[in-house]
């Protein structure tokens, strides 16, 4: 059964950092990508980064990509999103998510088949 945790989400003051996680079960790393989606209030649902299976490469979102770093670790099965110098337009509903791909690229447009429940991240002072 494939499951998303998510963790790492909370209070944090502009210009902080958060680490969000995300540990896989059910499946590999190697051969799903991962992506980081996030929702705030009234939005509609907005690509992060994303981390592909076999060959790790990874894509941010050209606004983000300055601030935020996706990496893994695969004896965790885990996937993460550094973010740093958060601002509060940052503020949403985090969540990742997973679908089978042996691409050596991903994206973080089209369709995910599995995701977290989600973590909240709020930049506010």
């Known amino acids: 059964q494939v499951q998303l945790v998510e963790s790492g989400g909370g209070l944090v003051q502009p210009g902080g950092s958060l680490r969000l996680s995300c540990v896989a079960s059910?499946?590999?790393?190697?051969?799903?990508?991962i992506a980081w989606f996030r929702q705030a209030p009234g939005k509609e649902r907005e690509g992060v980064s994303c981390l592909s299976g076999r060959h790790g490469s990874t894509y941010y979102a050209d606004s983000l990509k300055s601030r935020f770093t996706i990496s893994r670790d695969k004896a965790e099965n885990t996937v993460y999103l550094q973010m740093n110098s958060l601002r509060p337009e940052d503020t949403a509903f985090y969540f990742c998510?997973?679908?089978?791909?042996?691409?050596?690229?991903?994206?973080?447009?089209?369709?995910?088949?599995?995701w977290g429940q989600g973590t909240q991240v709020t930049v506010s002072s």
């Open positions: 998510a997973a679908k089978s791909s042996r691409l050596f690229s991903c994206s973080i447009g089209g369709s995910y088949d599995y």
């Open positions: 059910g499946f590999t790393l190697d051969d799903y990508a």
